[in-house]
């Protein structure tokens, strides 16, 4: 009892923190950018660039700036994981909308999508700043022409900046953070404190959380001042609010039922789509042997439910050591061809080599047999995992069970 009236007073005493959501097209170095923050504001050395993958799931960083804490929330900016950036907007205090401003090509696409979130009403009034991103390479637009492209407060009276920055120096990082500490320290929105269940996922150098990450809110308890009887009550309110988070986020949805919304059957421009429906985009080519039928392929990989919420189920980037030999229990071993793995595992794997990294869109039809991920390998590793999955899988009221997946191929054997 007196932990949990100790964790009742923190929660009422705690700074609030400050919420920034990065969002903004592949490509134009959110998690590098978010991998410097940590290295200029907190004593762990980010990820050097070399060793940043396109992010699936999501990016966290913590620190405090001048006496506010702040949380960093990056998400993935490819085409079929920017349906999850909205399961975030309630919880965001400010934008942090980055866009390369050395590819004019993609502005009008960065528009397009950026336009398309400040016009989601749980981020109406928020601030937004836009980061011109790698200002020092050659042919980078100015942040006046940035702004002009993106139209940049002409239809929206929110605070909204322009600056430009580099993220693989940090040149212009401490600017863009006292900008959205200085627009959001008093007055700005209460945002909710969630209670919710979430997935444990394992953090990876590709973009996947760390255990415990906040994941979007599935009930909430706005913070208020509390009487003395309201104090003594909380403890109930806060099991009850729990165990209706916990009912609310995994119950079946029938208003979902019969809609697709067309997303199962997205095509994107920058995927290969294959004749049985799977689509591929290979985000590191490998340069080792490529594997043939009956032999056995180890791979890593993660899992994402991209049809509904984004839902992580496995995290990439286990530990694999100075001497990788394929005996490792925590990576995945399969014979080529086994009627047993999922059709799209054994198609994409199947035109892969080792050393490669392919990110696969897999419809229902080449994934788990009959929506049952104990049908079909690989499988969840962890019970969250699984929990997740099954979900999404075995619910009536979903009709897009579409899964997202990056597999890297480490080694084949005979």
């Not at 600056?163 to 401490?174: E, F, I, N, W, Y």
């Not at 994941?215 to 104090?231: C, K, M, Y």
């Not at 294959?274 to 590191?284: E, I, M």
């Not at 080792?288 to 991209?306: E, Y």
């Amino acid at each position: 009892m007196f932990s949990l009236f100790s964790g009742c007073y923190e929660y009422m005493t705690r700074k609030e923190e400050l919420h920034i959501l990065i969002i903004g097209l592949d490509k134009a170095g959110k998690t590098t950018l978010l991998e410097k923050l940590k290295t200029l504001y907190t004593d762990y050395t980010g990820l050097d660039a070399s060793q940043i993958l396109p992010t699936v799931g999501l990016n966290i960083a913590r620190f405090e700036v001048n006496n506010t804490p702040m949380v960093l929330w990056d998400l993935g900016g490819q085409a079929p994981l920017r349906s999850i950036w909205e399961k975030y907007f309630a919880e965001s205090h400010a934008l942090l909308f980055v866009v390369d401003s050395s590819d004019a090509d993609r502005i009008h696409e960065a528009k397009m999508v950026m336009d398309r979130a400040l016009g989601n009403r749980e981020l109406h009034g928020a601030p937004l700043l836009v980061l011109a991103n790698k200002h020092d390479a050659p042919g980078a637009m100015p942040a006046v022409e940035v702004r002009e492209l993106l139209g940049l407060g002409k239809f929206d009276s929110r605070a909204s900046d322009v600056q430009t920055c580099s993220a693989l120096s940090g040149d212009g990082l401490r600017n863009a953070i006292d900008w959205l500490v200085d627009k959001n320290v008093a007055p700005r929105p209460t945002k909710v404190s969630t209670f919710s269940c979430r997935a444990s996922i394992s953090n990876s150098q590709d973009g996947n959380a760390s255990p415990g990450s906040p994941s979007p809110p599935l009930n909430a308890i706005a913070r208020r001042h509390f009487s003395a009887a309201t104090f003594l009550a909380l403890p109930v309110a806060l099991f009850v609010s729990s165990a209706e988070a916990v009912i609310k986020g995994y119950e079946p949805m029938p208003a979902l039922q019969g809609k697709d919304y067309g997303k199962s059957r997205m095509t994107y421009s920058d995927y290969v789509t294959t004749d049985s429906g799977l689509q591929y985009q290979d985000l590191k080519p490998g340069t080792g042997v490529q594997p043939s039928k009956g032999q056995t392929a180890v791979v890593d990989w993660s899992g994402v439910t991209i049809g509904y919420y984004g839902r992580p189920f496995e995290a990439r980037n286990k530990a694999k050591g100075g001497a990788f030999t394929g005996d490792e229990k925590d990576f995945f071993r399969f014979k080529l061809g086994d009627p047993g793995v999922i059709p799209a595992f054994n198609e994409a794997v199947a035109g892969m080599k080792v050393g490669g990294i392919r990110r696969i869109i897999v419809p229902s039809e080449i994934g788990y047999p009959n929506n049952d991920y104990k049908k079909g390998k690989p499988s969840p590793t962890t019970f969250s995992g699984q929990r997740a999955l099954g979900f999404v899988l075995e619910n009536q009221g979903f009709i897009d069970k579409t899964l997202l997946f990056d597999i890297e191929l480490l080694k084949v054997v005979e």
